[in-house]
């Protein structure tokens, strides 16, 4: 290769390096003359061609296959191109040296302890099954299953053992003399001996195959003989807490896909789970009534999140109990260690008015809105006024889009198409005050036609998070408290329209709440389109 091609790549590698933080690496300035070679610092010149060379110490050199060094052609005749060239390489190697020493995080590596227990244990079964049914003669191991085995171990011990000839040819003869012995089986007679002698190998060569590969994904010396142990010892090994990151996150996905639960709940979820998982794995305890209540004990945290941690818990107990194996043949799941706990009451008999959550008053929605017109946040202000003329809720608001203005009845109207419950879904007449406005809403709306201009939704897919948040900074600014919130605005309108001698039921179908009998929650189609116009009309203009 000419000097200087393909640089550019190798300077994009190094940026690659710098970004994460790798470039640990100095230029080295001397060189040594060694026999036909000049050497420079992790460099190595072979007839004209520059290499990059590691010498690899000796508690890691079982990751790189027990090689003493690691060499890498560097396709330049160039010794300052090597020395950009060489970092990379290095870079990977010394990050590879770390993990071989450190090995990877106790959470990754408690995962693999029990992936091995579980794959152990069900080679047990299977083995177990075989010899049952070999032992009554319903099923015979065959030859051809056996030769299956020696076939694919062949490459697997060359692989193993390519820097270990004795071992190497140990490993083949012990298969090949099965190989032999299973050619002369004679069908008609049952050779347990033979059956049990390979299906010993087959598992005890597995747990060779095991902690090769765990050398090569990083895991240090202990992790790795620990893993061999696991293997050939499953019953020996009990997982330190039952929520490992498989187990959550197939609980996650049934909550939400099967449940129907909004991601935002179950996030929540497993959350309080992952502080469980903490606790238990610090105190080195299993899962049981009584840890669990020292756990809630250990809390700093209200009464009420202590409910929903037992929640959180006493859910993910109902899944795995149902759908679990593993966690119904550990755990008596006829008993839930999440439920029974005493809490203590910390509730107050009646808040105080002046604790709660306040409605605005009305005048002071005006102020709100010339303020977030001033403050030059005008998806806000419009978001205000629309609630403060309907009694929606932020996100209703936000999701309002120009197929959303409607006639009921000739009554010009928003529809509101989903909701918290069914009662949610409605049609609001549209105040002469606000039509102004929702006209020009309606001629400005976004390319995907919503009328309040947001980012998008945030991970929850909620499309109001960034004006919720730009209301909290406002109303902050204007010297209101925790008790008044964009919700607030809700409670003033339902406040204005009790006050105005609208009927509870005209109220109940404007803002979407049920009424909480069967009469008018399930037979009434709700209060006529000029029920509620009348009523809205009521509303001061803002």
């Known amino acids: 290769m000419a000097e200087g091609q393909g640089l550019s790549d190798y300077q994009r590698k190094l940026l690659n390096v710098l970004t994460y933080g790798h470039f640990m690496l100095f230029w080295n300035k001397s060189l040594v003359q060694n026999g036909k070679n000049k050497m420079?610092?992790?460099?190595?010149?072979?007839g004209?061609?520059?290499?990059?060379?590691?010498?690899?110490?000796?508690d890691v050199r079982h990751v790189f296959g027990n090689r003493s060094q690691l060499t890498k052609s560097l396709k330049t005749g160039s010794k300052g191109?090597?020395?950009?060239?060489?970092?990379?390489?290095?870079?990977?190697w010394k990050t590879k040296i770390e993990k071989a020493r450190n090995g990877v995080s106790a959470t990754e590596f408690e995962e693999e302890l029990n992936k091995q227990k579980q794959a152990s244990e069900t080679i047990d079964g299977i083995f177990e099954s075989m010899m049952l049914d070999h032992i009554k003669g319903e099923k015979l191991f065959t030859k051809e299953m056996a030769l299956h085995f020696i076939k694919l171990f062949d490459k697997d011990i060359s692989d193993i053992f390519k820097n270990d000839p004795e071992k190497n040819k140990e490993w083949k003869k012990r298969f090949y003399e099965f190989g032999d012995r299973f050619y002369r089986f004679d069908k008609e007679k049952q050779d347990i001996e033979l059956v049990v002698d390979f299906l010993k190998a087959v598992k005890e060569f597995s747990a060779i195959k095991t902690k090769y590969i765990s050398k090569k994904y990083g895991y240090n010396k202990n992790q790795y003989k620990e893993i061999g142990y696991v293997f050939k010892n499953p019953r020996d090994y009990s997982l330190k807490s039952p929520f490992t990151n498989k187990r959550l996150d197939l609980f996650a996905k049934h909550q939400v896909e099967i449940k129907g639960?909004?991601?935002?709940?179950?996030?929540?979820?497993?959350?309080?789970?992952?502080?469980?998982?903490?606790?238990?794995?610090?105190?080195?305890?299993?899962?049981?009534?009584?840890?669990?209540?020292?756990?809630l004990d250990s809390l700093d945290v209200s009464t009420k999140t202590k409910k929903n941690h037992i929640h959180a818990g006493s859910s993910f107990h109902k899944w795995a109990s149902k759908y679990?194996?593993?966690?119904?043949?550990?755990?008596?799941?006829?008993?839930?260690?999440?439920?029974?706990?005493?809490?203590?009451?910390?509730?107050?008999?009646?808040?105080?008015?002046?604790?709660?959550?306040?409605?605005?008053?009305?005048?002071?929605?005006?102020?709100?809105?010339?303020?977030?017109?001033?403050?030059?946040?005008?998806?806000?202000?419009?978001?205000?006024?629309?609630?403060?003329?309907?009694?929606?809720?932020?996100?209703?608001?936000?999701?309002?889009?120009?197929?959303?203005?409607?006639?009921?009845?000739?009554?010009?109207?928003?529809?509101?198409?989903?909701?918290?419950?069914?009662?949610?879904?409605?049609?609001?007449?549209?105040?002469?005050?606000?039509?102004?406005?929702?006209?020009?809403?309606v001629k400005n709306a976004d390319s995907d036609n919503y009328l309040i201009h947001t980012p998008g939704g945030n991970k929850y897919g909620r499309r109001s998070d960034s004006v919720s948040k730009a209301f909290g900074r406002i109303k902050k600014e204007m010297g209101y408290d925790a008790r008044h919130v964009y919700h607030s605005i809700r409670k003033t309108v339902i406040t204005s329209l009790q006050h105005n001698d609208v009927k509870p039921l005209v109220i109940a179908s404007i803002v979407g709440h049920e009424t909480g009998t069967v009469t008018f929650d399930i037979y009434s189609d709700g209060a006529s389109a000029k029920q509620k116009l009348d009523a809205i009309n009521t509303l001061p203009a803002i």
């Open 261 to 295: 639960l909004a991601q935002k709940t179950v996030d929540s979820f497993i959350s309080k789970l992952k502080v469980l998982k903490k606790y238990l794995e610090v105190n080195d305890i299993d899962l049981s009534f009584d840890s669990y209540h020292q756990f």
């Open 81 to 92: 191109e090597a020395n950009v060239r060489k970092l990379p390489f290095l870079s990977e």
């Open 40 to 46: 420079a610092k992790n460099l190595i010149l072979k």
């Open 48 to 58: 004209s061609t520059w290499h990059v060379r590691l010498v690899l110490p000796a």
């Open 324 to 441: 679990d194996k593993d966690y119904k043949n550990r755990y008596d799941t006829r008993d839930n260690p999440f439920l029974g706990h005493e809490l203590p009451n910390d509730k107050k008999k009646g808040k105080k008015k002046e604790e709660k959550r306040l409605a605005f008053k009305a005048e002071e929605l005006k102020k709100l809105y010339d303020f977030a017109i001033l403050k030059r946040k005008h998806q806000v202000a419009y978001a205000i006024k629309i609630a403060g003329l309907t009694g929606c809720r932020i996100e209703e608001v936000c999701r309002l889009t120009k197929n959303h203005i409607v006639s009921e009845n000739g009554v010009l109207s928003l529809y509101i198409d989903e909701g918290k419950t069914d009662a949610s879904i409605r049609k609001i007449p549209i105040h002469p005050n606000l039509k102004p406005l929702v006209d020009q809403l």
